[in-house]
């Protein structure tokens, strides 16, 4: 953010008995013209962010509920960034001086699972990057003592990479997906199994069996719903865009009406002098 700083030193020296006493007086003032966008400047700097899709359903192991609705902070040398699971993740610049970067790295959509394991938390659809690509970010969970995001960093520009510490993931069965589906797409994966084993079925066409799986049981995101994701984000926007416009009128029109009272007051008073 632009601070514009004055500092007016004023020096004062008392050489009473030996001692010397300084006095330094520090103005700190904005300078009175010439800055007429500081306002937006000094404004919160989340009224920037605009989110592009709405976050995904919670999906996943049940105890992870808990942590949709916290934050948790990470700062390096440069950046600041909150991860809110189930939400979002953010970035912010904290070491430049003028305009600091201010983005979402990724929105929640889905997991990421591994040989029967929710191994990373998908977020996508972020703040552009160039032209037409948006950031986006993996979230890798580890098993730990407290809940704590502890690094972030950048592999490729604008694909981010996230460690989340957190007990919640502790022991074997605290992410595994097979234990945690419904019967009927259990025993899909146990047809599919079979049917890998005895030669009836490719690798490829195994895994692809597993991909149709985790999307009807809710823990990938089909394209189709994060298409409509995006969509009620831009509806929200222009929804919220017209509400201000509502009351931007609202607000003239109070305004018109104190300055016509206000006109017919000094009408009136004027008139009452001229009479006497
Ligand atoms: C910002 C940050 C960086 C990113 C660049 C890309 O500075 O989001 O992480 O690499 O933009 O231009």
């Known amino acids: 953010m632009l601070i514009y700083f004055i500092f007016l030193l004023d020096f004062m020296f008392f050489s009473k008995s030996g001692a010397e006493m ?25 009224e920037k962010l605009q ?9 996943g192991p049940d105890h992870l509920r808990h942590l949709a609705g916290r934050c948790f902070k990470y700062q390096d040398s ?23 970067y201010k983005g979402i790295l990724g929105v929640w959509a889905d997991w990421v699972i591994e040989d029967n394991q929710f191994k990373k938390m998908n977020m996508i659809e972020g703040s552009l990057c160039g032209s037409g690509m948006h950031r986006s970010t993996k979230v890798i969970l580890h098993c730990s003592a407290t809940s704590e995001l502890v690094s972030v960093t950048e592999p490729d520009k604008c694909r981010y990479t996230a460690k989340f510490e957190t007990p919640d993931v502790c022991g074997k069965n605290a992410m595994a997906v097979y234990p945690r589906l419904p019967p009927e797409l259990q025993t899909r ?29 809710g823990y990938y995101l089909s ?54």
């Open 78 to 100: 440069k950046y600041e960034y909150v991860f809110c699971p189930f939400q979002n993740i953010t970035q912010e610049d904290i070491q430049a001086y003028y305009e600091p």
């Open 189 to 217: 994966w146990d047809d599919a199994e079979y049917d890998r084993h005895y030669g009836l079925l490719t690798k490829k066409g195994y895994q692809k069996e597993l991909e149709k799986i985790f999307l009807a049981a």
């Open 22 to 46: 300084t006095s330094l007086k520090v103005i700190n003032e904005l300078p009175s013209s010439g800055y007429s966008n500081l306002q937006k400047l000094e404004s919160k700097p989340d």
């Open 51 to 59: 989110l592009r899709m709405k976050p995904a359903n919670f999906s």
């Open 223 to 276: 394209p189709e719903d994060r298409s409509s994701l995006v969509y009620k984000a831009s509806t929200d926007s222009s929804k919220n865009c017209k509400a201000e416009l509502m009351e931007a009128k609202s607000r003239i029109n109070e305004l018109e009406e104190e300055l016509r009272m206000k006109e017919e007051m000094i009408l009136e008073q004027g008139a009452g002098k001229k009479s006497i």
